[in-house]
């Protein structure tokens, strides 16, 4: 019930859903919830009804984010399903539905969200017609950081970062540093110590970057996408730190009059006809 009264207040565009007159009834579908989530459409039915297992922190999580659900909203909902909200230490997987307004605000400008260990959160449709449709990954594997240091053949194809071996090897020290800098401040948080152990036993080249034992955190840079269709784009790539959350939201721009602007302006033509605004999913 509650899952239903809080789809039913959410209209499809509010979320970057299209909206259709042919709609019966109002809010999102189970679909939508199901897509925006990253579960099954059955999964969400069956909790709507309260059968099955109860669900994960991970299912909860998505759900709060799909549903735009603030603080309160999200912790209401962990207590309904019996399990106990985040609590402090843990990193914050959680977007503000403020933060959500934000992105939906960079309509020109490719925008993600990303949690302290590198969790893509949230992103708007110009992200998704940058680097492709991050719904067809499962939860576990948005996270920047598996997807750099563990590729997985079943993965769909996304647009690769870094034009040269140069910027793919700094890209990399760098989120290793990221990383480290959040073990410190996160200690005690399962999640980014499951995803360590993951990583130093599934890949040598993290393991030496880690032993390396440089820490900080993400700056403002440049950054190259290698576009299926529009080949290579070297665009600023601008973090902004959202720090009662200890989030970052990635922006991506090109000065104007230059080849990169003219591409991303196509983009917004081309790119995004058939994707929604973002998809708040992840794990938590």
């Not at 540093?177 to 040598?204: E, K, Q, T, V």
Request: net charge neutral.
């Amino acid at each position: 019930m509650t899952l239903r009264r809080a789809r039913a207040r959410i209209q499809p565009e509010d979320v970057g859903l299209p909206s259709s007159a042919r709609r019966r009834t109002p809010g999102l579908r189970r679909e939508d919830v199901a897509q925006l989530a990253g579960i099954s459409v059955d999964y969400v039915v069956r909790l709507e009804q309260g059968r099955g297992p109860v669900p994960s922190a991970q299912v909860l999580g998505a759900l709060a984010r799909a549903l735009r659900l603030d603080q309160a909203g999200r912790d209401e909902l962990f207590h309904l399903a019996g399990s106990a909200p985040p609590g402090p230490g843990t990193i914050a997987l959680h977007v503000r539905p403020s933060v959500l307004r934000l992105i939906d605000r960079f309509s020109d400008l490719p925008t993600l969200v990303l949690s302290a260990k590198g969790d893509v959160l949230a992103w708007n449709a110009m992200a998704l017609a940058l680097h492709g449709d991050w719904t067809c990954l499962p939860p576990e594997r948005r996270n920047l950081n598996r997807l750099r240091f563990l590729p997985d053949p079943a993965d769909p194809c996304l647009s690769t970062v870094g034009d040269t071996e140069s910027e793919q090897s700094g890209t990399a020290a760098r989120s290793v540093a990221a990383l480290r800098a959040a073990a410190a401040r996160y200690p005690r948080d399962p999640g980014l110590g499951s995803l360590l152990a993951d990583l130093r036993a599934g890949s040598a080249e993290f393991g030496a970057l880690w032993e390396a034992g440089r820490a900080g955190g993400w700056s403002s840079h440049r950054k190259t996408v290698l576009h299926p269709a529009l080949g290579p784009l070297t665009l600023d790539c601008d973090t902004l730190h959202v720090p009662d959350a200890d989030q970052l939201v990635i922006v991506y721009s090109a000065a104007p009059g230059t080849p990169e602007a003219e591409a991303l302006a196509l983009l917004r033509v081309i790119g995004t006809q058939d994707v929604g605004q973002y998809q708040p999913t992840s794990t938590e």
